[in-house]
């Protein structure tokens, strides 16, 4: 939920703004268990490996040499109702690639994860399918997540109710909030 994503860019999620008040109001209740995750670019095409190279060819304008460093900023409404929450930086979609989020969660014996954010099918699939990996129950939010495309994230949220059952469940803010007491 960074304003890349959410401000004019050619990496803009045209209803992140849509479902950033929903996210707003849990993280709201839940500040004290609240982490974000942060997409950071490469620094050029060329220091970018393997097909992160083309990728990066391809959205040269958006790498670390070109754009404002603020727009890597978490949205500051969410960041407003948990101002202290850890942030931590990831150069790919997935945030398990380096072991910081998987122990700090790991030191706090979180159990369950409650997942948002943006793009349901690239940053949230790797979150999700990593989370799984590692273990975890994982809590989709519905209402919670956001793509540029409509087919691919409804796709996606079939997917997690019906191939991946066991360890994801899909759940409404509204479902998380009558269940989950606030801090």
């Known amino acids: 939920m960074q304003r890349i994503f959410a401000e004019d860019t ?8 849509r479902v950033a008040p929903k996210i707003e ?5 839940h500040p004290n268990d609240t982490v974000f995750t942060r997409f950071l670019p490469a620094s050029t095409p060329q220091s970018a ?8 060819e391809k959205w040269k304008d958006l790498t670390l040499e070109r754009i404002d460093p603020k727009l ?4 500051s409404d ?9 942030v931590f930086d990831k150069t790919t979609y997935s945030p398990w690639i380096d072991p910081g ?11 369950t994860l409650i997942v948002t954010g943006a793009e349901t099918e690239v940053c949230i699939a790797a979150t999700v399918l990593g989370a799984v990996d590692r273990g975890y129950r994982v809590v989709v939010v519905t209402d919670g997540i956001c793509s540029s495309s409509d087919k691919t994230h409804d796709a996606m949220v079939d997917i997690y109710h019906e191939r991946y059952s066991v360890h994801v469940s899909p759940a409404t803010i509204r479902t998380i909030l009558e269940h989950w007491p606030s801090d």
Do not use: C, H, Q
């Not at 490996?49 to 990066?56: C, E, I, K, Q, T």
């Not at 890597?72 to 949205?75: C, E, P, R, V």
């Open 101 to 111: 989020l998987a122990d700090f969660l790991d030191n706090r014996r979180v159990d």
């Open 78 to 86: 969410l960041l407003r109702e948990s101002p202290d929450s850890p």
């Open 25 to 29: 109001k849990l993280i709201a209740a």
């Open 10 to 17: 050619p990496w803009r999620t045209p209803w992140m703004t």
């Open 49 to 56: 490996n393997g097909r992160w190279r083309l990728y990066y």
């Open 72 to 75: 890597l900023d978490i949205m």
